[in-house]
């Protein structure tokens, strides 16, 4: 089983940066990875995934303004937070997915909060 850990959250002010990262405990470097946010009373919706050949994929309401990234040797996965809005506050989680969009192992989540 694979763990996943997330971390880098917190409270930031609309336009500012947050830079999350997820640690997971055994390689992921065959396999496609996903950060995923679910705000009160809403929807987990898909953020961005990169893939094993780190073709990447990003919801409309956040391309030009997230960038997900990966190292395998640190096994660790990225996403890069700029230009944040309030609709952006959520918990965010990592996941794995052991065949395209099947994400099987979560983390525990790392709260992002953009307000003034």
């Known amino acids: 089983q694979v763990q996943l850990v997330e971390s880098g959250g917190g409270l930031v002010q609309p336009g500012g940066s947050l830079r999350l990262a997820c640690v997971a405990s055994a390689s992921f470097s065959g396999y496609t990875m996903g950060w995923h946010r679910q705000a009160p009373g809403e929807q987990r919706e898909l953020v961005a995934s990169?893939?094993?050949?780190?073709?990447?994929v990003y919801a409309d309401s956040v391309k030009g303004r997230f960038t997900v990234s990966r190292d395998s040797a640190k096994r660790t996965v990225y996403l890069q937070m700029n230009s944040l809005k309030p609709e952006d506050s959520a918990v965010y989680y990592c996941a794995l997915a052991l065949v395209s969009n099947a994400y099987r192992y979560w983390g525990q989540g790392t709260q992002v909060t953009v307000s003034s």
């Open positions: 990169i893939t094993s050949r780190d073709s990447t």
